[in-house]
């Protein structure tokens, strides 16, 4: 392959995939019954052991 075709695939499907990835994570972040897992987390450097 050159560098063109490369860089035609990048620029196409390599948006495309991120963007699948991206949208993924939020979803996965802001699902239902996540909230109070995140708030624990969230909350872990104030916690005195």
């Known amino acids: 392959?050159?560098?063109e075709t490369m860089r035609q695939f990048a620029d196409?499907?390599?948006l495309?995939?991120?963007t699948v990835l991206f949208v993924?994570?939020?979803i996965f972040?802001?699902?239902?019954?996540?909230r109070q897992r995140y708030e624990?987390?969230?909350?872990i450097?104030?916690?005195e052991d």
């Open 24 to 26: 993924g994570i939020v």
């Open 40 to 43: 624990d987390d969230a909350n």
């Open 1 to 3: 392959m050159d560098y």
């Open 16 to 18: 495309v995939g991120l």
């Open 45 to 47: 450097p104030l916690k």
């Open 12 to 14: 196409t499907w390599g």
């Open 29 to 34: 972040v802001f699902r239902p019954g996540s």
